[in-house]
């Protein structure tokens, strides 16, 4: 009785850290995000950077990811790339990497958007639109939430001001 006792009194003077996949729907409506049915995997996928080589989405994997599908053509796209680049500098040495697919336009007119914004997060190019298509980004920016674990938790279309203190409090319950 005495150890139950213990691990009761432990349990309420510490406080719970839950998975990132555990988070409520309440949670994340509150956002303003979609929450995905729990468990959803990932879908991976190889894309060419724009640094030259390929990336995997599965070889972030241990990050929280910030999956944004855009174009640079898109204005809703324009108007959140540079919060979501101060979004990516304030919380990277937490764990969050943001990871943005452009859809179906030449790395050229990609590199130079990249150097007029100053982007540092990772650029991929999806060339045929098929990963795009995979995740059913048919409206741009599509962005996506995926946990340390690789599991999407949410989702949304649309602009956003990703680095607000409400979205900076909502990643760093994540990061955690």
């Known amino acids: 009785m005495r150890s139950f006792m213990f691990l009761l009194m ?3 003077l510490v406080p719970a850290v839950l998975p990132a996949a ?6 994340i ?6 929450p995905l049915k729990e468990g959803t995997a990932i879908v991976d996928f190889e894309l060419e950077s724009l640094g030259g080589g390929t990336r995997t989405l599965s070889s972030f994997k241990g990050k929280v990811v910030f999956l944004n599908f855009w174009a640079t053509w898109c204005g809703p796209c324009r108007q959140e790339m ?3 680049e101060r979004l990516y500098q304030r919380l990277k040495g937490e764990g969050l990497e943001v990871v943005a697919v452009n859809l179906q336009e030449d790395g050229k007119s990609v590199q130079k958007f990249v150097d007029e ?9 999806d060339k045929t639109g098929r990963v ?3 995740y059913g980004a048919r409206s741009i920016p599509t962005t996506y939430i995926v946990d340390r674990n690789g599991f999407v938790v949410a989702g949304t279309i649309g602009t956003r001001e990703w ?7 909502f990643f760093e319950r994540l990061l955690r």
């Not at 100053?118 to 190019?125: S, Y």
């Open 82 to 84: 540079p919060s979501m």
């Open 10 to 12: 432990a349990a309420l």
């Open 163 to 169: 680095d607000s203190e409400e979205y900076v409090r």
């Open 132 to 134: 795009g298509s995979t």
């Open 29 to 34: 409506r509150a956002v303003g995000l979609q």
């Open 22 to 27: 555990e988070l409520t729907q309440e949670e």
């Open 117 to 125: 914004y100053k982007l540092t997060f990772p650029i991929l190019l």
